[in-house]
């Protein structure tokens, strides 16, 4: 489990803006964009906007469609599954992707550095966490080099997101390998529906400059587009003993999406888009661009089909690690039937995904042994779900079967049971299986890592860690069980029960040849070491949330998580760190109270506990929101206000991560319609 990699090889073009110019890109829309809507009467459906919360009857009604990769109401998943709508998303004052997920139970969250985030779910928390699948509108975003995210170049106009589902548990069956513990699904609104145009800026203590231009426009009767573009600055994080951590960073974002409804039964989307962002006071870079085109056709009769493509290239140049470019094309099929009576409904999809990452080397600490390193991918699902009894009891039985170049064929098959005990309360099973095949580094000799030294015989050798071809993907047997009840039209709660066994997991292991003179210091030693399938374990716990709404202006949510994590094999070490890397016990409320239509206060306090030597803590978040208009919004957010800073992770392996601790802040932001 000790990975620490991200690289890109080619510098960009002559013609590439860099961040420091790029910001002022926002500004300069602003004029254009505001010129040209002088005048202009407000979006469609601007005056029915409602400055409150959606009932909590409206929240249980909410739509999914991670679970089965087709739309389902919240309350009918045989899952753990938690939707932060756009209002959660507005209200909770959160200034990035990654920061939102505190929002949900049992996510562990936690800032490593001012750009560097380490987010997992149910285990396994760590700044290179690979077993959390993350999409953005379908769009898979993790790295092959290590099979996890990078967040600082995961960003999103909040605004412009329409929910963010997440799925606690596996999720294999119908989104393939590494969907081991948890599936997070970003969806971002139709064009149809941002139209007009929208300006957001603010300025604090950690964000100076916080900006964000969007603007929604037509193209014919069915075709709808917008653009956007938005920068953000962070500046340098305190250390414990007081001094500057020296990450500063800032990112840039821009991007467009077309929506057309030719018909009734067929919409189509494009959308793509571009993300740079400059790291560690502009010591190291990286860019990542997309672009993405959805097909969809639905029938009357419940059936629908899908067509996706979607094309990634993400760059990272980081002088103390390594350089790296990866290029990713998916396609993807999906069809939906509902044959008979609608007792049963049928879908099967098929994928394929072709990956070329090219690496440089850029430190003595990391050596490239292999360059390039191309990759494909071959899927196909199929899932039943059958009506045992209409409306009351929900049968899914399905499996996904992959085909890949590193361990050839995995099965993930999953068996999840809904009873709809009344109207208003769901018990739900699951038993599932979930592999993570092994990463690039993991499985092939691209890389020689060189580690931390240790003593051996009385010489200072260097542990040097690569690839085996020995190396199998790890699997996940889970067992999972919850409950879910709106005990009345003020009480709700959502109850999630897990077990999960690991097998096979993907370790550092000595092959006790020492290599004397050969490190990178003189007088120092090699000691080899290869990635192996030398642990298994065991986590459980649960996750509850909790919402009561005395009236309709006031709304309380509670969350609570526990998590237990016993590792078998490996070194002490690293059975330390995976023990021990999460918080066995979270817990939140938040409050939402509306003055009146106009004004609103939102709070939230939380409480993580320890990880690795870095002590629990408990902090809160306060937000003021005033409204004069249903167009204009102006907000006062505060931050971490309990201390003036606190560690949320410990310091991690590798050459550049710095350990920083996170501080009190506090900003202002108005948002503008029109």
């Known amino acids: 489990m000790i990975s620490f990699f991200p690289f890109p090889c080619h510098p960009r073009p002559p013609f590439w803006p860099t961040v420091a110019t790029a910001r002022w890109i926002p500004i300069v829309l602003v004029g254009l964009l505001a010129a040209a809507a002088h005048g202009a009467s407000p979006s469609p459906g601007a005056d029915k906007e409602n400055l409150g919360d959606l009932s909590l009857e409206q929240l249980m009604n909410e739509s999914v469609t991670s679970v089965s990769k087709k739309e389902q109401r919240l309350f009918d998943t045989a899952a753990a599954v938690s939707v932060l709508t756009n209002d959660d998303l507005r209200r909770s004052g959160a200034t990035s992707f990654a920061e939102s997920l505190r929002l949900v139970p049992g996510m562990d969250v936690g800032l490593i550095n001012a750009s560097q985030w380490a987010i997992s779910v149910r285990g396994f928390q760590g700044p290179y966490a690979n077993k959390l699948l993350v999409l953005i509108d379908g769009r898979a975003v993790y790295d092959p080099s290590f099979a996890g995210v990078y967040w600082d170049i995961q960003q999103a106009m909040l605004e412009d997101v329409d929910r963010i589902e997440v799925i606690r548990g596996p999720g294999a069956t119908v989104w393939g390998a590494n969907a081991v513990n948890g599936v997070i699904n970003l969806v971002s609104k139709s064009a149809r529906d941002t139209q007009g145009g929208l300006v957001s800026g603010s300025a604090g203590s950690i964000h100076p400059i916080d900006a964000g231009v969007r603007y929604g426009g037509r193209a014919g009767d069915h075709t709808y587009f917008r653009i956007f573009s938005s920068y953000q600055s962070t500046d340098d994080f305190p250390t414990a003993a007081g001094g500057q951590g020296g990450d500063r960073w800032s990112v840039w974002q821009v991007g467009t999406r077309i929506d057309s409804y030719p018909s009734e039964s067929v919409h189509w989307t494009a959308q793509g888009g571009l993300t740079e962002a400059d790291l560690d006071h502009d010591k190291s870079e990286a860019y990542n661009a997309n672009a993405l085109l959805r097909w969809t056709q639905t029938s009357g009769a419940g059936s629908s089909t899908e067509a996706q493509a979607y094309y990634n290239r993400s760059f990272r140049d980081e002088p103390t690690r390594a350089h790296s470019e990866t290029d990713i094309f998916d396609l993807t099929l999906q069809h939906i039937s509902a044959p008979g009576a609608a007792r049963q409904e049928f879908i099967w999809g098929v994928g394929a995904r072709f990956e070329t990452t090219r690496l440089e080397q850029t430190t003595p600490f990391i050596a490239i042994l292999d360059g390039k390193l191309s990759t494909s991918l071959f899927s196909a699902f199929l899932q039943d779900e059958i009506k045992l009894v209409p409306d009351r009891l929900l049968l899914t039985l399905g499996s996904k079967v992959e085909h890949n170049d590193f361990t050839g064929f995995e099965l993930q098959p999953s068996v999840r049971l809904a009873f709809k005990a009344t109207p208003k309360q769901t018990l739900w099973a699951a038993v599932s299986r979930a592999v993570r095949t092994p990463d690039d580094a993991e499985h092939e000799q691209l890389l020689a890592i060189t580690l931390t030294p240790i003593v051996i015989g009385g010489g200072l050798y260097f542990p040097t860690l690569t690839g085996s071809s020995q190396t199998r993907a790890e699997v996940l047997q889970a067992y999972e069980i919850g409950y879910r009840a709106q005990a009345s039209q003020r009480v709700s709660v959502d109850v999630a029960l897990f077990y999960n066994e690991y097998r096979d997991l993907i370790a550092g292991e000595f092959t006790g040849n020492l290599t004397p003179g050969t490190g990178p210091f003189p007088g120092t030693g090699r000691a080899e070491q290869v990635f192996a399938n030398s642990m298994s374990g065991t986590g459980y716990g649960g996750e509850v949330s909790l919402t009561f709404a005395p009236t309709e202006e006031l709304r309380f949510t509670a969350i609570y998580s526990s998590l237990l994590m016993r590792i078998h094999g490996g070194v002490a070490t690293t059975v330390d760190t995976l023990e021990r890397g999460s918080p066995r016990n979270q817990a939140g409320l938040r409050v939402n109270y509306d003055f009146t239509r106009r004004a609103a206060l939102d709070g939230a306090i939380r409480y993580v506990g320890a990880v690795l030597g870095v002590p629990s803590y408990t902090t809160a978040d306060i937000r003021l929101s005033y409204r004069p208009s ?45």
């Open 630 to 674: 249903l167009q204009l919004e102006f907000a006062l957010v505060g931050q971490n206000l309990l201390d003036p800073q606190h560690a949320e992770q410990p310091a991690a392996l590798g050459p550049t991560l710095s350990l920083t601790e996170v501080p009190r802040s506090v900003y202002a932001k108005a948002t503008w319609k029109f």
